[in-house]
């Protein structure tokens, strides 16, 4: 049991672009990520775009390959490290800093979008982080994000289930205390001042159907012997929230 997440991710910070890793698992949700967010940023080219809690890199170079202008931030000093080591050997150039999100080095009105993905569940103090990324971006600015509500099910799913059985992921990375509600996370950003909120299901376990649950468990079961996530989750863009949940909120 790991005894905190930054512990776990400046231990394995090597491990961002591995193929088998577990920290790799973003890239492969990266494509249904993004079937959300292009249909409200079809054109990247020329964005600039700051990456919160951007771990090694993977969304960072994810966009800058698409021609953004990206700027990458993370806790973790070794993630950044690798996220840098790993810009360079792909020729990308991106501006990595180490730093907390609740207090962003940036100037006000800077970023085109904003975006955040499955950190929100891992920050300690939310309405900061949420203003600070508020703050940060320009008028008509985009904020982005994905993350884990706070239900039995999640508990059941993204605890019992991926850490603590299949052990798809590190026991202990994640406190169910902070996974939060769609309506609790609506609530603060209204009172920031964000409009047009846009919440769906970022569902992988297609709904409740049994069947998924039961692939899960199985391609799990085997993909821990064979080292292959990648086939693991069939994520669908849909109105089931109650596991994680992806969004899009505009600073008018
Ligand atoms: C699940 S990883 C997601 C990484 C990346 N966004 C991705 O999808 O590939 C969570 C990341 O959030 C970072 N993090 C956690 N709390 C943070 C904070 N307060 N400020 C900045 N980064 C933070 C961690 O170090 C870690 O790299």
């Known amino acids: 049991m790991i005894k905190n997440d930054l512990e776990y991710y400046n231990l394995n910070a090597d491990k961002w672009w591995k193929e088998d890793e577990v920290l790799y698992l973003p890239d492969h949700l990266n494509k249904s990520r993004f079937e959300f967010f292009n249909s409200y940023v ?9 990456d919160v809690g951007c771990g090694g890199g993977l969304a960072c170079e994810f966009l800058a390959k698409r021609g953004a202008n990206v700027s990458g931030i993370d806790l973790s000093f070794t ?6 080591e790993h810009a360079q050997k ?28 499955d ?8 309405e900061k982080v949420i203003s600070e990324a508020y703050r940060v971006l320009k008028r008509n600015g985009m904020f982005l994000f994905d ?26 990375l994640h406190d169910w205390n902070k996974f939060i509600k ?42 821990r012997r064979h080292g292959d996530r990648a086939e693991l989750f069939n994520i669908q863009i849909n109105d089931d929230t109650s596991v994680c949940y992806i969004g899009k909120a505009v600073k008018l």
């Not at 993630?79 to 840098?84: D, E, P």
């Not at 950190?119 to 939310?126: M, Q, S």
Request: charged share 25%; hydrophobic share 40%; aromatic share 10%.
């Open 42 to 50: 079809p054109n990247w080219k020329g964005l600039k775009v700051l």
């Open 79 to 84: 993630s950044i490290k690798a996220a840098q």
């Open 90 to 117: 792909s020729g990308l150039l991106i501006d990595y800093k180490w730093g907390t999100a609740e207090d962003l080095p940036y100037e006000e009105n800077t970023f085109d979008a904003v975006v955040c993905f």
């Open 119 to 126: 950190v929100l569940e891992h920050i300690a103090d939310l």
């Open 147 to 172: 993350t884990i509500n706070r239900t039995f099910k999640s508990k059941v799913i993204m605890i019992w289930l991926l850490e603590d059985i299949l052990k798809q992921i590190p026991r202990g």
């Open 182 to 223: 769609p309506d609790e996370l609506i609530d603060l950003m209204e009172t920031t001042g964000f409009k047009n909120l846009e919440i769906k299901g970022f569902d992988l376990t297609d709904g409740t159907n049994f069947k998924t649950l039961r692939d899960m468990v199985f391609k799990g079961l085997n993909s």
